[in-house]
């Protein structure tokens, strides 16, 4: 009985083991091509990365190819550029021969014009300070006493520039509108309420009295005293104005001084003061001058009116005569000693 069972016990494993082989031949099969297949997938992903990277870098090189030629065009145009003032400067220098010193005063001369007519439009005469600075300087540099009167023409110029005080255009605007601001809550002289008369004491004991013609008379006489009033200004009396008008009359204020900044801004010293005038004299009449809120207003407008919105500017003849007599001599007397 034990040999039997022991060879139907060998019959039944010796089946078992080609099966669990092909088992795990089939599960290793299956791992090998999970991995090819992901990296078949993880290569092609990576190689679709490389193409787009390679088309951009493509692109990129194409645009800085393009823009190189672009410079390179604006190179060559600004030689080209750069020559055409170069054979001027020769043709030049050969009209003026070898002085070179004569060649700078024509400069200083243009710039002297130049100056002045900046002068003339801007009315800058910081600006135009600076350039004669400038000049001047250069004149230094030069070592030559024959251009001694132009330095002087230019310093003297240049005193009468300084002397000049301009006006401080964005202060003034700013206080303008703060000016404008503050219109609203100005006090107006307002209408007063009416009141009834009531009967004082004595009226009422003379109606209680005997009637008599004397009686009458006097009752008369008072009722005219109180209804007739005589009296006399020195100074015409302020109107009195409703609120509606008083309203207008802010609005009116308003429009006064943005009037009064176009006329700075656009140097109109008579608009200027007319607009000014007629503001302060709008404060003083229509509204209660004795607030205080109204006298700070109409004192900062008086400094307003002191201010000379467009002073008078000098010109730079004397240093243009100057320039023109060097330019004009012979080279001869333009030598230093």
């Given at each position: 009985?034990?040999?039997?069972?022991?060879?139907?016990?060998?019959?039944?494993t010796?089946?078992?083991?080609?099966?669990?082989?092909?088992?795990?031949?089939?599960?290793?099969?299956?791992?090998?091509?999970?991995?090819?297949?992901?990296?078949?997938?993880?290569?092609?992903?990576?190689?679709?990365?490389?193409?787009?990277?390679?088309?951009?870098?493509?692109?990129?090189?194409?645009?800085?190819?393009?823009q190189?030629?672009?410079?390179?065009?604006?190179?060559?145009?600004?030689?080209?550029?750069?020559?055409?003032?170069?054979?001027?400067?020769?043709?030049?220098?050969?009209?003026?021969?070898?002085?070179?010193?004569?060649?700078?005063?024509?400069?200083?001369?243009?710039?002297?014009?130049?100056?002045?007519?900046?002068?003339?439009?801007?009315?800058?005469?910081?600006?135009?300070?600076?350039?004669?600075?400038?000049?001047?300087?250069?004149?230094?540099?030069?070592?030559?006493?024959?251009?001694?009167?132009?330095?002087?023409?230019?310093?003297?110029?240049?005193?009468?520039?300084?002397?000049i005080?301009?006006?401080?255009?964005?202060?003034?605007?700013?206080?303008?509108?703060?000016?404008?601001?503050?219109?609203?809550?100005?006090?107006?002289?307002?209408l007063?309420?009416?009141?009834?008369?009531?009967?004082?004491?004595?009226?009422?004991?003379?109606?209680?009295?005997?009637?008599?013609?004397?009686?009458?008379?006097?009752?008369?006489?008072?009722?005219?005293?109180?209804?007739?009033?005589?009296?006399?200004?020195?100074?015409?009396?302020?109107?009195?104005?409703?609120?509606?008008?008083?309203?207008?009359?802010?609005?009116?204020?308003?429009?006064?001084?943005?009037?009064?900044?176009?006329?700075?801004?656009?140097?109109?010293?008579?608009?200027?003061?007319?607009?000014?005038q007629?503001?302060?004299?709008?404060?003083?009449?229509?509204?209660?001058y004795?607030?205080?809120?109204t006298?700070?207003?109409?004192?900062?407008?008086?400094?307003?009116?002191?201010?000379?919105?467009?002073?008078?500017?000098?010109?730079?003849?004397?240093?243009?005569?100057?320039?023109?007599?060097i330019?004009?001599?012979?080279?001869?007397?333009?030598?230093?000693?």
């Amino acid at each position: 009985m034990s040999t039997q069972s022991l060879s139907t016990a060998d019959d039944g494993t010796a089946p078992n083991q080609p099966t669990c082989k092909k088992a795990k031949c089939a599960v290793l099969f299956c791992v090998l091509v999970s991995v090819m297949l992901i990296t078949l997938i993880g290569g092609g992903w990576m190689w679709y990365q490389l193409r787009a990277e390679l088309a951009l870098q493509r692109t990129t090189q194409q645009q800085l190819l393009a823009q190189q030629q672009q410079l390179q065009q604006q190179v060559q145009q600004q030689q080209e550029t750069l020559m055409h003032y170069q054979q001027q400067w020769q043709a030049a220098q050969q009209l003026l021969g070898s002085d070179t010193q004569r060649w700078l005063l024509l400069g200083i001369a243009q710039k002297i014009k130049m100056a002045n007519l900046y002068l003339h439009f801007t009315h800058d005469a910081r600006a135009v300070s600076v350039v004669l600075q400038q000049i001047d300087r250069q004149l230094q540099r030069l070592h030559n006493d024959a251009l001694l009167p132009l330095r002087q023409a230019l310093a003297s110029d240049l005193a009468r520039l300084q002397g000049i005080n301009p006006p401080d255009l964005p202060g003034i605007l700013s206080q303008l509108s703060a000016l404008q601001e503050r219109i609203n809550v100005l006090p107006v002289q307002a209408l007063p309420t009416q009141t009834t008369h009531a009967a004082t004491p004595t009226e009422s004991a003379a109606a209680n009295a005997e009637w008599s013609w004397r009686t009458a008379w006097q009752q008369t006489w008072r009722a005219l005293q109180t209804i007739v009033l005589v009296r006399h200004h020195t100074v015409p009396p302020a109107p009195l104005l409703d609120q509606q008008q008083a309203s207008y009359l802010r609005q009116n204020l308003f429009l006064l001084l943005q009037q009064t900044k176009w006329a700075a801004l656009r140097e109109d010293t008579t608009l200027y003061q007319q607009s000014l005038q007629q503001t302060t004299q709008w404060l003083q009449r229509y509204f209660i001058y004795a607030e205080q809120a109204t006298q700070p207003i109409v004192a900062q407008l008086t400094q307003l009116q002191q201010i000379d919105i467009a002073p008078t500017l000098p010109t730079l003849a004397a240093s243009q005569r100057a320039i023109r007599d060097i330019v004009h001599k012979p080279p001869v007397q333009q030598q230093g000693s």
